[in-house]
């Protein structure tokens, strides 16, 4: 089994910075790639960062500039660090791991944290 919990999230108001983090638990060998997904009330969940496990990043383009993802594979932790936060960052926002190879040799695919709200507002 893997685990992911999310931490970091609250209001701030525009302008201001927040850091998300997510930590993963389990029997966990190694993981893949990271990721940092957000889903505002009533739109589709998105892609916000990912980093694999060699440090290779992606951004969409609503937030190059202004949030930094980074990880410490030894913990087995991904961050956030979002700054210059905007209104309409305001969204849910969700840690994911695409591949954890446990230490039992099997593989876990596409797991999920239960998400922290994030709320950028005045």
């Known amino acids: 089994q893997v685990q992911l919990v999310e931490s970091g999230g609250g209001l701030v108001q525009p302008g201001g910075s927040l850091r998300l983090s997510c930590a993963a638990s389990?029997?966990?060998?190694?993981?893949?790639?990271m990721g940092w997904h957000r889903q505002a009330p009533g739109q589709q969940r998105e892609l916000v960062a990912s980093?694999?496990?060699?440090?290779?990043?992606t951004y969409a383009d609503s937030v190059k500039g202004r949030f930094t993802i980074s990880r410490d594979n030894v913990k087995n932790m991904v961050y956030l660090q979002m700054n210059s936060l905007k209104p309409e960052d305001t969204a849910v926002y969700y840690c994911?791991?695409?591949?954890?190879?446990?230490?039992?040799?099997?593989?876990?695919?596409?797991?999920w944290g239960q998400g922290t709200q994030v709320t950028v507002s005045s």
């Open positions: 980093i694999s496990s060699g440090g290779s990043t």
């Open positions: 389990g029997s966990i060998f190694s993981i893949n790639v």
């Open positions: 994911n791991a695409n591949r954890v190879v446990m230490r039992t040799g099997t593989d876990k695919f596409n797991s």
